[in-house]
């Protein structure tokens, strides 16, 4: 064999090694990727366990360092809804609220709750406060508000909260529990509406909000 053929062949060896190395890499992505997930989720699922606990406890703070995230990515984006109080008249409260979310592009999953009973921005008593869900790509967590009905009477208990994100690298998530307070009552109140979904109530309406502030730096 020449030198020639040998260079020839030592080419196209190499051509086969690079086009198989992306898939080579996926592979074991792929492969790890779901461990990655689990700790996430795990993560996830203890911060909301605190941030529930704390509800109401103004002072409290708890910091969680952040895993070492490989395979995916780790943030979280603030939102606001229009909480539309029908009492008579329409009442518009203005809550902020927010998610965390870790996402991988090598996961494959279903989506399904981890934490609450039924989906949704509003839950019932004995239904969790903060949410996680479980997605195609990886998992997320929010507040909701909890609606409480009766007779005459209903309690809806809001957590307003912002998140404040560093723009640089992260290393720590936080929370600090700001203050609660109960606005003025809403007489003969019929119904609640939260992101166009309507929910029943009758009488007097008693709305309890708590502020939060949730750190990711």
């Not at 909701?144 to 290393?171: C, D, K, M, P, W």
Request: with cysteine.
């Amino acid at each position: 064999m020449t030198s020639l053929e040998v260079l020839i062949l030592t080419a196209f060896a190499l051509v086969i090694v690079f086009a198989a190395l992306p898939y080579v890499v996926n592979t074991l992505y792929a492969s790890m990727a779901p461990l990655e997930y689990r700790t996430a989720s795990a993560y996830v699922l203890a911060f909301a366990d605190s941030l529930e606990a704390d509800f109401g406890m103004v002072g409290a703070r708890k910091y969680f360092q952040l895993p070492n995230f490989v395979y995916g990515s780790f943030g979280a984006v603030n939102r606001t809804y229009i909480v539309e109080l029908r009492c008579g008249q329409t009442y518009r409260l203005t809550w902020t609220s927010f998610r965390l979310w870790y996402n991988s592009t090598y996961l494959t999953g279903a989506s399904r709750m981890l934490r609450g009973l039924k989906g949704g921005l509003v839950a019932e008593p004995g239904d969790a406060l903060i949410a996680v869900n479980a997605m195609e790509r990886g998992v997320v967590a929010y507040p909701r508000l909890v609606l409480v009905r009766g007779q005459g009477e209903s309690y809806l208990y809001i957590t307003n909260a912002t998140v404040v994100v560093s723009h640089s690298g992260f290393s720590y998530l936080s929370y600090d529990i700001q203050g609660i307070s109960t606005q003025a009552s809403y007489g003969a109140c019929q119904s609640v509406v939260v992101d166009g979904v309507v929910y029943p109530v009758s009488g007097t309406l008693y709305v309890v909000v708590n502020r939060a502030m949730v750190v990711l730096r």
